[in-house]
């Protein structure tokens, strides 16, 4: 009862807020591809992907393992073709056509990083992907997790990944209700941020990319989360995918 009072006076409190962001940033329109729009710097890879880029270029196929928790299963999504990683998979074939793009969604919901890093094996390397997109954070910063842990287990899982060849892209944590009632969820994303400069690997900003969504007026709050405060709606994933694309797309620009 009491938590179920705290979401709802997150969830009122998180509309306000958005309501007093509408007011001082510019419309959507003013911004190209305004659906699914974010600024330029959070679409450029910080770190290059040489492996994929070069697939890409010369016309070959790319397998890409989507792993993480409810947010690559598809917790919120209406069905299967409508998570984040089969839009990806369309959003990607449209981009290169004449390579034979595959996205295999491995997420699993609810799990920490800790259940994510003990299946890599399994559901990543069995699968020889070119490409692994490790999306982590929420339910450790949820479940209070120790925030070394976190950050270790993560490092040791991009590594394993790495000295077996799969290029490697990590994913931030959701803005929305629930998680930003956590009291400590800056200090998890840090933790990522962190993580993924030292070890020079790509991050998908998910948390700031749908925070610039609702104060740029592309989405209501509503539209881009689900009414439990947590998970993303068909719209969001389907923009998740774009953008994520786009990063790809980049690597073989650059």
Same mark, same amino acid.
């Given at each position: 009862?009491i938590a179920s009072l705290r979401?709802?006076v997150?969830?009122?409190? =998180?509309?306000?807020?958005?309501?007093a962001?509408l007011i001082?940033?510019?419309?959507?329109?003013d911004q190209?591809?305004?659906?699914?729009?974010?600024?330029?710097e959070y679409?450029k890879?910080?770190?290059?992907?040489?492996?994929?880029a070069?697939?890409l270029?010369?016309?070959?196929?790319l397998?890409?393992v989507?792993? $993480?928790?409810?947010s690559t299963? $598809?917790?919120?999504a209406?069905?299967s073709r409508t998570?984040?990683?089969?839009?990806?998979q369309?959003?990607?074939q449209k981009?290169f056509?004449a390579?034979?793009?595959? !996205?295999i969604?491995k997420?699993?919901?609810?799990?920490?990083?800790g259940?994510?890093?003990a299946r890599l094996?399994?559901d990543?390397?069995?699968?020889?992907p070119?490409?692994?997109?490790?999306q982590?954070?929420?339910?450790?910063?949820?479940h209070?997790?120790?925030?070394?842990e976190?950050s270790?287990t993560? $490092?040791? $899982?991009v590594d394993l990944l790495?000295r077996?060849?799969v290029? !490697?892209?990590?994913?931030?944590?959701?803005?929305?209700?629930a =998680?930003?009632?956590?009291?400590r969820?800056l200090?998890?994303?840090?933790?990522?941020?962190?993580l993924?400069?030292?070890d020079?690997?790509?991050?998908?900003l998910r948390h700031?990319?749908m925070e610039y969504?609702i104060?740029?007026g592309? =989405?209501?709050?509503?539209?881009?989360?689900n009414p439990?405060?947590?998970h993303m709606?068909d719209?969001s994933?389907?923009c998740?995918a774009?953008?994520v694309?786009?990063?790809i797309?980049?690597s073989v620009?650059?």
């Amino acid at each position: 009862m009491i938590a179920s009072l705290r979401i709802a006076v997150t969830i009122i409190s =998180f509309e306000c807020i958005l309501a007093a962001a509408l007011i001082a940033v510019p419309a959507a329109a003013d911004q190209p591809n305004s659906r699914c729009g974010v600024p330029p710097e959070y679409v450029k890879l910080a770190y290059p992907l040489p492996r994929v880029a070069r697939l890409l270029r010369d016309r070959q196929p790319l397998k890409i393992v989507a792993i $993480g928790s409810s947010s690559t299963e $598809g917790v919120g999504a209406s069905s299967s073709r409508t998570t984040y990683p089969s839009q990806l998979q369309i959003e990607l074939q449209k981009r290169f056509p004449a390579s034979a793009i595959t !996205v295999i969604n491995k997420g699993k919901g609810g799990e920490i990083a800790g259940q994510m890093q003990a299946r890599l094996e399994r559901d990543v390397l069995a699968s020889e992907p070119q490409l692994a997109i490790w999306q982590t954070g929420t339910n450790s910063a949820l479940h209070g997790d120790a925030v070394a842990e976190y950050s270790e287990t993560v $490092g040791r $899982g991009v590594d394993l990944l790495r000295r077996r060849g799969v290029e !490697v892209m990590l994913m931030s944590q959701q803005y929305s209700p629930a =998680f930003e009632a956590l009291p400590r969820r800056l200090v998890y994303m840090k933790a990522l941020d962190v993580l993924a400069t030292r070890d020079q690997v790509p991050l998908v900003l998910r948390h700031q990319i749908m925070e610039y969504w609702i104060t740029s007026g592309q =989405f209501t709050g509503p539209q881009m989360v689900n009414p439990d405060g947590l998970h993303m709606t068909d719209q969001s994933y389907h923009c998740l995918a774009v953008v994520v694309a786009e990063m790809i797309a980049g690597s073989v620009k650059d």
